[in-house]
């Protein structure tokens, strides 16, 4: 029977970062990987739109998914670490106005090729096209698969989004078997499905927004209003909060840089100005043709034919739709349009001081297969390096 040190159940983000680590950590302990697509990270290649955002300057003050189980973590492997932890492979970084860490090549491809050829370096063997079906604890450690033995064993297979890139989920049952606990499992960072009725004529039309779910949960940014509900990263972000199961509004600010009455004061303003402008026009000069349009109809039940049949009160009626225009959550899109998972192995079976499992001896997890989540813009990628260390170094420490 074949033997290691160290296995690692995924090339991802978290796999790689947990092999370079376990390795620096002690050059003389075998580090394999198994990985069960023909290459390592291909996830890694999509993310940031193949920019590769890697993680985020305001990562440790960012509120994740159980951020008290997560929070210790990221601040252990901060962003000067983070930052530093790639320098030593060659790949120097930058950041953007939102704190946004990219690659200096800004390729995805570049991030990847340090993992690989760190891990080449080191010494570390990654098997592709290997699936770790069975895990089971033997002789004071774990058979894999019944043809390797392995004594400490590091699951960073990810989650179940993007199946194409590799995250099957399959990490979910191994943990499972070994006794492990798991959260309801969702897509996350996705796209969210609402009613269309008052939404068909702005397909294709993008607004800066605000953001909040009835059920709880905010964000602000950028939408897409879409044939099936609302995309961009501001309604990705708050996907983390839709509940499959529970009925929700989500509730958009159209207006977020006016107050309610500064919109109504502005509606009567143009009216009173130009009575004589096409009502459908009227509302261009502080947001999107098409949206004024549908928060007029969908206010009032009608277009008026001018901006001077508009009435004070009803100027206010339109400030109000603007300021909450109501839509009905009927879902969200798939894994496969999904960035992360929400859910996974419980957090409080693992000690986040080690990333060792707190019910087997010498049994790590580390990144998405965990049940920590974050918003977009680096965070999960922060995470997914941090954990990833973390459990490298626990692993390689007697």
Sequence with gaps: MKTTDILIIGAGASGLAAAIEAARTAPDKSVTVFEHLPKAGKKILATGNGRCNLGNLNAASHRYTNSKFAQPVIEKYGVDSLIGFFESMGLYTRADSEGRLYPMSNSAASVLDALRFECEKLGVKIICEEKAAQIKKADGGFSVNGNLQAKKVIIATGGKAAPS??????????????????????????QIKTDTATIKSLKGVRAKAKLSLSTGGSSEGEILFTDYGVSGIAAMDLSRFVKQDKKAEISLDLLPDFTQDDAKEIIIRISRHNP???????????????????????????????????????????????????????????????????????????????????????????????????????????????????????????
Excluded at 175 to 183: A, E
């Design 165 to 190: 890139q590799g995250s099957d989920g399959s990490g979910y049952p191994l943990l499972k078997s070994l006794g492990h606990t798991l959260t309801p499992l969702a897509p996350s960072l996705v």
């Design 276 to 398: 004589a402008m096409p009502a459908e026009s009227m509302l261009g000069g502080i947001i999107h043709k098409a949206i004024g349009t549908a928060a007029i109809k969908a206010s009032l039940g009608f277009m008026p034919k001018t901006a001077g049949e508009i009435k004070p009160k009803q100027a206010a009626v339109i400030a109000s739709t603007l300021k909450d225009f109501r839509l009905t959550v009927t879902g969200t899109k798939s894994y496969n349009d999904a960035q992360v998972t929400r859910g996974g192995a419980d957090v409080n079976e693992f000690d986040n001081s080690t990333m060792m499992s707190r019910k087997v001896k010498n049994l790590f997890a580390c990144g998405e297969v965990l049940d920590v989540d974050g918003a977009c813009g680096g965070f999960n990628l922060a995470w997914a390096f941090a954990s990833g260390r973390l459990a490298g170094k626990s692993a390689a420490e007697d």
